[in-house]
């Protein structure tokens, strides 16, 4: 447990979860949820034992429905407030995109406005066939950055970012695979149990080779001038030059399963 009982932290073997843990209010987010988040984050990154996180929310009927706008009087009050908290979530968004490992979104039942963009943050989303998506913006005369947005559109594309601002309607489960927003659709009650697998199966492949992909991606995305093609280069000649790539190869010829560690 962290500095504040709404956020929770576990280790499963090695995949570590993030509990966003205020069921009352939909699992709502505070900024000391958010700081908690960042620091829960950090403790994965450093910890070898972990090779992909798993986000989550509690009491199964929501992942996160955004802004706690129970706090917007002491958080959001003033033009200042809001460009202090905002500052804050675009953080905790930009660390979760930018994580060096693995993360899946793991979605029961609302995924709604910041929860959208918490979503899309992480690197696969797999929901439960109850789950609900939209972001309210324009009901609630809200406006939103550009990294949010590009982040929403590099999973959907341009115009389905558009239907679901301009709509601000919820969009069900089938629809948000249809779109692209999320990576798998599953009954409710096999959710959990199935994103445990999924992850498993993750964990258990060469952390390097994932990594190197996950980093060569996010700088794919990125405007042309903007990508470190040395570092690309440099993530890939290490995975070659790994005992993984040994083990690899050696685990195939022997038919036997892998046993990755990272070097």
């Not at 984050?41 to 955004?66: M, T």
Request: glycine share 10%; with cysteine; proline share 4%.
């Amino acid at each position: 447990m962290t500095q504040t009982d709404k956020m929770l932290a576990r280790k499963d073997g090695r995949i570590g979860y993030v509990i966003f843990n205020n069921p009352e209010r939909h699992n709502a987010v505070s900024m000391e949820m958010w700081e908690a988040t960042k620091s829960i984050l950090d403790g994965y990154a450093k910890d070898d034992d972990v090779r992909v996180v798993v986000l989550a929310g509690a009491g199964g009927k929501a992942f996160v429905s955004g802004a706690d706008i129970s706090k917007f009087g002491s958080e959001r009050a003033t033009p200042e407030a809001v460009e202090i908290y905002n500052k804050m979530t675009e953080m905790a968004y930009a660390g979760i995109h930018d994580f060096p490992k693995p993360t899946i979104a793991m979605i029961e039942g609302y995924c709604i406005g910041g929860g959208l963009g918490l979503a899309v943050s992480c690197d696969m989303r797999i929901c439960s066939d109850k789950s609900k998506f939209a972001v309210p913006a324009a009901k609630l005369g809200l406006g939103y950055d550009y990294p949010g947005l590009r982040r929403l559109m590099d999973v959907v594309g341009p115009s389905f970012t558009k239907e679901i601002f301009f709509t601000a309607r919820q969009f069900d489960a089938e629809e948000a695979r249809m779109m692209g927003l999320v990576n798998r659709v599953v009954p409710s009650a096999e959710l959990e149990n199935y994103v445990k697998d999924y992850a498993g199966v993750i964990a258990g492949n060469a952390p390097l080779t994932v990594g190197s992909v996950k980093f060569i991606v996010g700088e794919a995305l990125k405007d042309e001038t903007m990508r470190d093609i040395a570092a690309m280069t440099k993530s890939v000649k290490r995975c070659f030059a790994s005992k993984d790539y040994v083990e690899g190869r050696t685990a195939f010829m022997e038919k036997r399963k892998p046993v990755f560690t990272g070097n």
